[in-house]
């Protein structure tokens, strides 16, 4: 597809339960974030890959969180034991980062709810 | 600290009115600023990006403005129409070397256009 595409739109899990979200980036984009998105809230910064980089991992609220990305293509956020205050939009956007070359558009997926019950 | 702040938080227009959405930010070192339009129950839609030499940039009926001296930028809709109705976000870039700019998000102005 021509965006950036996320798996599952919406998930429904039991509190403690592990819960893996998936994000397919726009092809060639070396960029890719993960946002959180609270009702009615602002987006929150979880983490970001950058090519072969470390990512930043400065966002993430627990150790709870982790995300992984592999072969600087798909990446996938995962949450261990959820909680219900977890319950959230989960956005995954990504870029083409040229250093240099003028600033890129960041592209957004629709986004994965997320309930934990 | 590094923070965007919108104003109004809401608004409320009848079709066919403009509107002026505002954006106030401290960021350093600053790097770019965009506008975004996220429907609701979608992901974010880049309207606008300026960098800090550009201090106007239109899109369609979308025109967003930017004084880095003041640190302020607005997003200004003509002839609003009801599809426009969705939260509008300003977010800056805080630049760092190597490409990576770390996104500030503002809390978004919540649009309603009525008939």
């Known amino acids: 597809g021509a965006g950036v595409s996320q798996s599952p739109s919406n998930k429904v899990t039991e509190k403690g339960k592990d819960v893996e979200l998936r994000c397919d980036p726009i092809?060639?984009?070396?960029?890719l974030y993960w946002y959180r998105q609270s009702l009615g809230q602002g987006l929150e910064f979880l983490i970001y890959?950058?090519?072969?980089?470390?990512?930043?991992k400065s966002g993430l609220p627990s150790d709870r969180f982790s995300a992984e990305r592999t072969g600087g293509s798909v990446s996938t956020l995962t949450i261990q034991r959820t909680q219900q205050e977890d319950s959230a939009v989960y956005l995954c956007a990504s870029s083409l980062v040229r250093p240099g070359q003028g600033v890129d558009t960041i592209y957004f997926g629709e986004g994965s709810w997320l309930t934990v019950v | 600290k590094n923070q965007v702040e919108q104003s109004p938080q809401s608004l409320i227009i009848l079709e066919g009115k403009n509107c002026t959405l505002q954006?106030?930010?401290?960021?350093?070192?600053?790097?770019?600023l965009r506008w975004y339009k996220q429907d609701t129950g979608r992901g974010p839609v880049s309207l606008t990006i300026m960098t800090f030499s550009e201090n106007t940039k239109s899109n369609g009926r979308y025109t967003a403005t930017l004084d880095a001296d003041t640190k302020q930028s607005s997003l200004h809709i003509t002839a609003s129409q009801l599809s426009d109705s969705a939260s509008y976000i300003c977010v800056v870039s805080a630049g760092f070397s190597g490409g990576y700019n770390k996104l500030i998000f503002g809390a978004g102005t919540r649009l309603a256009v009525h008939p």
């Open positions: 092809s060639g984009h070396t960029a």
């Open positions: 954006c106030n930010y401290t960021v350093s070192p600053f790097s770019n």
């Open positions: 890959f950058q090519g072969n980089s470390a990512p930043d």
